[in-house]
């Protein structure tokens, strides 16, 4: 009788699972919640709506200037995001692309403003991208109620204004309590906790596939798993800062006072940076070519911050075998690399000289055109689409095939085999940890996809696709025997 009232009981259950898609619907999407899915921004629309960023300049012309050519400022016009959103639309239609559009313009999207690739008749606030009033209307987040009930593709509520007794108001959100001068009058201040939080940053740098809601990027779990979020150390902490400031809170878990923020949301993205700065060069703006210098050598100084290498020779017998190479993520919050690590390229370079300075061996060099050689070592992924096969592009990725990145505080061992080497005297090692934003036939590929909405020469004075700059973000040399 017992055994029959348990086999009664699985089927009931069973019976239940299926029949309420428990077993088939892996990922519910409400789309009353989300009304602008696969973006999954919410707008509480107000008879105040967004300012462009010129008009928070009159009374913070500092946050300004910090803000101007950051890579929040340039999120839409970014001419490699606008080659792969042109590539995207004409794949999967613009359902797909409202998704990218969500995060690079939130204003753009919630407004009905953006509708398809392009800048041309925007308003100067859509083209701001991520400006001020984006992040500081943000009033809370619907990280638990996304499909995959966790943070991704702009799970974020926005409310620019207020209604009042007066009428309807501006009402802007930041993380320190306001003084009574605050607003002067024309907008509302609020205290937000949030805004002290990673969570504020989650909802866009979480980009999980539209469909299958597989992360893409996943950058925020890399951090919240890691020793950063243990010690309280958010993103703002490392991203908002000057130089010296982040290397305090990555080595020391020093958490920056107050004063010590700034609005530069300075990262890896240097490729951005140089090419805003051959776009204000073209159009004669000193000022702002100036500006974006600086947040390139602060690209450049995070970058070659974040790792160090190791080089240990392993000897079998009296002989030379292999050379161990250890990678360590030293000072990045997050994975190295993380975003599209699909896309980005993070490899090791390493030569070895004979005593006479000849090289007799030779791994990851660049060739004459840019491209890597296959059997380099490399620190990214490997996408695959629905039929398990390699994919590259956002809209077909589902899965990862291949995942080799660095945790925070961790470290990944490279073995090079030596002991087919010749040389019998004293070596001279030579290793390099190299990072580009992409494989340049991809950078060729996508900018020459954006000439149809962007005129490259008349922007950026481009008549072809650079050589992508390459920056050595560790280096290291050993001198050893070929014998022990």
């Not at 947040?295 to 392993?314: D, F, G, S």
Request: aromatic share 10%; charged share 20%; glycine share 8%.
């Amino acid at each position: 009788m017992n055994a029959l009232k348990r086999v009664v009981i699985g089927f009931f259950w069973l019976f239940c699972f299926v029949s309420s898609g428990f077993a088939s619907d892996v990922f519910t999407v409400d789309h009353e919640a989300f009304p602008y899915y696969p973006s999954l921004f919410n707008y509480q629309a107000s008879e105040t709506g967004f300012y462009a960023p010129d008009v928070c300049a009159g009374c913070h012309p500092q946050q300004f200037e910090e803000w101007s050519g950051s890579v929040h400022a340039l999120a839409l016009v970014d001419p490699i995001y606008q080659g792969e959103l042109l590539l995207a639309y004409k794949k999967a239609g613009h359902d797909v692309t409202r998704q990218c559009e969500g995060c690079h313009s939130a204003a753009g999207v919630v407004t009905g403003e953006l509708s398809k690739p392009g800048l041309e008749g925007l308003s100067p606030m859509t083209l701001a991208g991520v400006s001020c009033d984006v992040c500081h209307s943000v009033v809370g987040t619907t990280h638990w109620q996304t499909p995959s009930h966790e943070p991704e593709n702009g799970s974020l509520v926005l409310r620019p204004g207020v209604e009042t007794a007066d009428g309807s108001m501006p009402a802007k959100r930041g993380p320190f309590a306001p003084d009574e001068a605050c607003g002067m009058g024309f907008h509302q201040c609020e205290e937000s906790p949030l805004h002290k939080q990673a969570d504020l940053c989650a909802g866009c740098h979480q980009v999980y596939h539209y469909e299958a809601h597989f992360p893409l990027e996943a950058t925020y779990l890399e951090w919240k798993h890691g020793p950063y979020a243990q010690k309280g150390i958010h993103c703002q902490d490392c991203h908002m800062v000057e130089t010296e400031t982040f290397l305090s809170a990555a080595d020391d878990f020093r958490k920056p006072v107050s004063g010590e923020y700034r609005h530069y949301f300075n990262g890896a993205n240097y490729l951005l940076y140089f090419l805003a700065g051959e776009a204000a060069k073209k159009s004669g703006d000193t000022d702002l070519a100036a500006n974006v210098q600086k947040k390139y050598e602060m690209a450049i100084a995070r970058l070659q911050a974040a790792a160090q290498l190791e080089l240990t020779p392993l000897y079998r017998g009296s002989a030379l075998s292999e050379l161990k190479v250890r990678v360590k993520n030293v000072r990045a919050g997050h994975n190295l690399p993380t975003s599209l690590t699909n896309v980005r390229e993070m490899w090791l370079e390493l030569e070895v000289y004979d005593s006479q300075g000849a090289l007799v061996l030779s791994s990851g060099t660049l060739d004459a055109d840019g491209h890597l050689p296959k059997d380099v070592r490399r620190f990214n992924s490997d996408g695959m689409g629905d039929d398990f096969h390699f994919a590259i592009d956002p809209w077909a990725v589902t899965a990862f095939s291949r995942h080799e990145t660095i945790p925070p505080k961790g470290y990944k061992d490279v073995y090079y085999g030596l002991g087919g080497l010749s040389a019998t005297g004293p070596l001279r090692i030579e290793a390099r940890l190299r990072y580009r934003q992409a494989d340049q036939k991809m950078a060729e590929k996508l900018l020459g996809s954006a000439t149809k909405n962007i005129d490259l020469e008349k922007v950026y004075g481009l008549t072809e696709v650079p050589m992508l700059p390459v920056i050595d973000m560790a280096t290291a040399q050993l001198d050893i025997d070929a014998r022990n």
